[in-house]
């Protein structure tokens, strides 16, 4: 088999292991196996970059960033949907339809209504060649580089289906994943995302295509803009767009008529709590498409399709007590203590309160009778009062003043929504909560040490801060409670192969406010060490790509508490990675300082992805647009003409590949 031949074998085969594992839910080979193959494709990619494809199923895991989204206008308009509230809205519908159509017998399909944000794929020749959000409606933003990422989205269709079309479907994150992603926002210090519709579509228009890959979307279609016409129903177009490998749910059904629509309505109502994902109504379209032709649009909507919108499901409780919790940054956290009450299938005791300014504004009172709502989020929110039912002495929410477990007075800066208790070093649920923090996977990652543990620990009085840790002795920690002497010294071995982990992480671990794991790595790579991290200026540290005034105030912050630096000096002596190690440093240089670099093209000696990252390596930077900033272009094989006339018009140096490695050696 020749080499071109391989490439595609692997090609598909990865395609349709994507399909298996996205779209079908039911994977049949391992991730390990499935690495092995996209790195043998990868690899062959690099090495033969004339069989270069952008819909390779490698160019899912993103890397290319957009500065600016380009506006387009749509082939066809995106219209929205005329909504309908109740049984009787949409027996007025029907009698619009027979009138308008002159028939009596029409048959419907019924879809739940994704909420998520609109996409617009397209299609040429069975390839993905563009994804654009819905707008306005007439012109809206390319976010084709973000999209790609989605594994659910063939890249490649048989064109047995439709060879050019376009195909309509949500942006959705599912709750599971749109959860995990809040405990971890949670465990930074940042404010959760309030909902899996928002964050679904800020996602599409994040800058960094590898920030999206990351996130666990998902896309769902439910329209084909066909100009072959190749079916007669919207049920078939949408069946045949599953067999072709397009995500349809399968709650997809067709309605003989009225009654059937209803019956959909009524079993989904109750049911759309069991969904992966969240959907606010159910969408009733005329099924045949000859009739949706005659049919057409108003300014705003097809006449041959409308959203039945679900009632949120509401209950109302009495407000028993207002609790704050700390978390390991301090945040206060508002909850509601609710009597417990019956709600889309569970019990509900608690609620979310989010911050002061919510129970201002909801005006919420203990001995309010309350409305209680559950949306994806794993605690369900009060969504207001039921004024009628106010006690008669009741009294406005005095947000608490000091903190709930070490009674210190707390503290709101300018523009935080949350109260914070400042008693960093002394409040327990503080002390514990960053050590617990630092021992975690993704930081310390110490086997042998649990949450639970940790506690133990620190009631004991054994630790105080995690630099305690590396002083502990498996004679100290054998008598805690339910601790055999093989655990003792499993926890011990843990905390000291520790040390080996390398700077990123520890800087991750030290728990400073809002630098997560990308963060962390961005400041390691820069600044290298902790003492020059430790000495660098509030310029310095917004001079770092990405590193902003929040995050930069919140570094400088940290090391000028001198516990902050005992701490990390303690660190230094343990011997914990306090800079980058001597290989990785070898790595890396100045030379490209202040250079901002634009690759175009198809390389030979080295993939894109190592370009890039030697061109941060050596201290510069890359942009995907050309502009008067870009100091080189750096052009490989079959560098896109528009790019190269731009340059040229600016006046910009290109140089090759070649020229490029003799820059940084
Ligand atoms: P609205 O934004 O309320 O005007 O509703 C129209 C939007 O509903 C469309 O732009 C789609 O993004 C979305 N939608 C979600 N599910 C469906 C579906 N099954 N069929 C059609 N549109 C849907
Ligand atoms: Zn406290």
């Known amino acids: 088999m020749n080499i071109q031949q391989r490439i595609q074998e692997l090609r598909d085969e990865l395609n349709q292991h994507n399909y298996n594992y996205y779209v079908l839910d039911k994977p049949t080979i391992s991730d390990y196996e499935f690495d ?10 690099d090495k033969y970059p004339e069989f270069y494809d952008p819909n390779s199923p490698t160019q899912r895991v993103g890397g ?60 040429e020749n069975g390839q993905l060649v563009s994804a654009v959000t819905r707008g306005d409606g007439i012109q809206g933003d390319d976010v084709t580089t973000n ?40 465990d930074i210090g940042e404010e959760p995302y309030r909902n899996p519709r928002n964050t679904a579509s800020g996602s599409l228009k994040l800058q960094d295509s590898a920030e999206v890959a990351k996130r666990p979307l998902d896309c769902l279609l439910y329209h084909l803009v066909d100009e072959g016409q ?93 609790s704050y919790q700390v978390g390991r940054t301090g945040a206060i956290t508002p909850v509601a203590n609710l009597e417990p009450v019956l709600l889309a299938g569970t019990i509900v005791k608690r609620a979310s309160l989010h911050n002061a300014d919510q129970i201002e504004k909801l005006d919420v009172r203990v001995g309010d009778t309350v409305y209680v709502e559950k949306g994806g989020e794993i605690i369900p929110k009060i969504m207001g009062v039921d004024l009628t039912k106010r006690p008669a002495d009741s009294q406005p929410t005095q947000y ?46 110490i086997d042998g040490l649990g949450s639970e543990t ?60 809002f630098v997560g794991e990308t963060v962390a790595k961005k400041l ?43 701490l990390v000096n303690r660190l230094k002596n343990y011997g914990v990675q306090l800079e980058i190690s001597a290989e990785e440093q070898a790595n890396q240089t100045d030379k490209l300082s202040g250079k901002v670099f634009v690759v175009s093209g198809v390389f030979h000696q080295m993939s894109r992805n190592e370009l890039k990252k030697a061109i941060e390596d050596n201290g510069g930077k890359v942009s995907s647009s050309i502009s008067k900033k870009t100091s080189f272009i750096v052009a490989g ?20 590949e070649d020229d490029f490695i003799n820059m940084i050696q």
């Open 230 to 322: 190749h079916y007669a129903t919207h049920f078939e177009s949408l069946d045949n767009a599953r067999k072709a490998g397009f995500k349809v749910p399968d709650t997809l059904k067709v309605c003989k008529n009225l009654e059937e629509v209803l019956e959909f309505l009524n079993y989904w109502d109750v049911h759309r709590h069991d969904l992966p994902y969240e959907t606010d109504g159910v969408v009733v379209k005329v099924n045949s498409i000859q009739y949706q032709e005659e049919l057409g649009y108003t300014a705003k909507a097809p006449r041959w399709a409308i959203a039945y919108k679900f009632k949120a499901e509401q209950v109302s409780t009495v407000l028993n007590e207002i």
């Open 400 to 445: 608490a003043t000091h903190c709930p477990v070490c009674h210190t007075e707390l503290v709101r800066t300018e523009g935080d929504a949350k109260h914070y208790c400042p008693n960093e070093f002394g409040c327990a649920p503080q002390i514990t909560g960053k050590i617990q923090h630092f021992i975690s996977r993704k930081a310390m990652d």
């Open 637 to 656: 094989d079959n560098m896109g003409p528009s790019k190269l006339a731009k340059a040229q018009d600016l006046g910009i140096e290109i140089i090759s």
């Open 454 to 513: 940790v506690e133990l620990l620190h009631k004991e009085g054994l630790i105080r801060n995690y630099a305690d840790l590396y002083d502990l002795t498996v004679d100290q920690v054998i008598p805690l409670e339910r601790m055999a002497e093989k655990s003792a010294q499993n926890m011990i071995d843990g905390i000291e192969k520790s040390k080996e982990i390398p700077f990123e992480k520890v800087l991750f671990a030290l728990g400073i406010r």
């Open 524 to 566: 390691a790579k820069h600044f290298k060490s902790i003492d020059n991290l430790m000495n660098a200026s509030f310029e310095e540290l917004i001079a770092v790509d990405e590193i902003g005034d929040k995050i930069a105030e919140s570094v400088i912050q940290f090391f000028d508490d001198k516990a902050n630096v005992e």
């Open 64 to 123: 290319e960033i957009t500065k600016n989204f380009e506006t387009v206008t749509h082939k066809s308009r995106m219209y929205s949907l005329d909504n309908s509230y109740s049984k009787e809205d949409l027996i007025d519908w029907e009698k619009r339809l027979h009138r308008l159509l002159g028939v009596a017998d029409i048959e419907y399909t019924c879809e739940l209504k994704y909420d998520g944000a609109s996409i617009n794929l397209t299609y």
């Open 36 to 45: 092995v193959k996209i790195r043998e494709l990868q690899e062959l990619e």
């Open 147 to 186: 999209i790609k990422t989605i594994r659910s989205i063939p890249l490649v269709v048989n064109t047995n289906f439709a060879s050019d079309f376009q195909m309509r479907g949500e942006i959705i994150l599912p709750l599971e994943g749109f959860n995990k992603m809040n405990e971890e926002r949670i």
